[in-house]
């Protein structure tokens, strides 16, 4: 059964620090695995996506990992700010047979709380 | 990024009547477009993939008849909720495939209440 865990399940910082985030997936056959900020009420929007052969990817204070091996991956958050405060999302993209998207499989999110 | 959009963005109905909500793919052409729902504090959960130009496919135990997808256009999909009842009250997130890329942008959701 494709899975995807992350892990913690909540977080709390203080603003300005750094923060970590982790994600481990079962998912076969692997296409690409993606990370989402979703505010509260909000759809989900794209951090990242990395293909097998990647190994980082950043976006401005946002760096993510895979190693494809362990099947893990990690979501770095630099210099935290108060607008940070929201679910971050681990996906994973399943090839699905006859299409070029994808099925997605969805984390359960890390609820980031940054205070002042 | 590319932009999704949702119309409504909340709607309250009564038990028994029915819903209809939009997705638009407002600058590319999206001939793969889906729908999601979401309870509070869980994740999203695929609810069918709507192709353009002929019929959606549905996850496993979702109704198709209940949930009934048209996608009439490469720039719009709707979801209707049919005979709505106080359970069918969630969080509804359509997204849009990007041909030739792994990229689906995401719409801003629809809150559905069902009294």
């Known amino acids: 059964k494709n899975q995807v865990e992350q892990s913690p399940q909540s977080l709390i910082i203080l603003e300005g620090k750094n923060c970590t985030l982790q994600?481990?997936?079962?998912?076969?056959?692997?296409?690409?695995l993606r990370w989402y900020k979703q505010d509260t009420g909000r759809g989900p929007v794209s951090l990242t996506i990395m293909t097998f052969s990647e190994n980082t990817k950043s976006n401005g204070r946002y760096t993510a990992t895979l190693d494809a091996d362990t099947k893990q991956s990690s979501l770095h958050i630099t210099a935290s700010q108060l607008s940070d405060s929201a679910s971050y999302i681990c996906v994973v993209s399943v090839r699905a047979g006859g299409t070029s998207y994808g099925k997605l499989t969805f984390g359960q999110g890390t609820i980031l709380t940054v205070h002042p | 990024g590319a932009v999704v959009s949702q119309h409504p963005s909340r709607v309250i109905c009564k038990s028994g009547t029915s819903v209809k909500i939009e997705c638009r793919s407002l600058?590319?052409?999206?001939?793969?477009m889906f729908w999601y729902r979401q309870f509070p504090k869980q994740s999203l959960m695929l609810m069918a993939t709507?192709?353009?130009?002929?019929?959606?496919?549905?996850e496993q135990g979702v109704e198709k008849d209940k949930f009934l997808i048209n996608h009439a256009s490469l720039t719009l999909s709707t979801l209707t909720v049919t005979s709505a009842h106080p359970e069918d009250s969630s969080f509804y997130i359509c997204?849009?495939?990007?041909?030739?890329?792994?990229?689906?942008?995401f719409g801003p959701g629809t809150r559905l209440t069902v009294t």
């Open positions: 709507s192709n353009e130009g002929s019929k959606a496919t549905y």
């Open positions: 600058d590319f052409q999206a001939t793969t």
């Open positions: 997204s849009a495939w990007r041909a030739g890329t792994y990229e689906q942008y």
């Open positions: 994600c481990n997936y079962t998912v076969s056959p692997f296409s690409n």
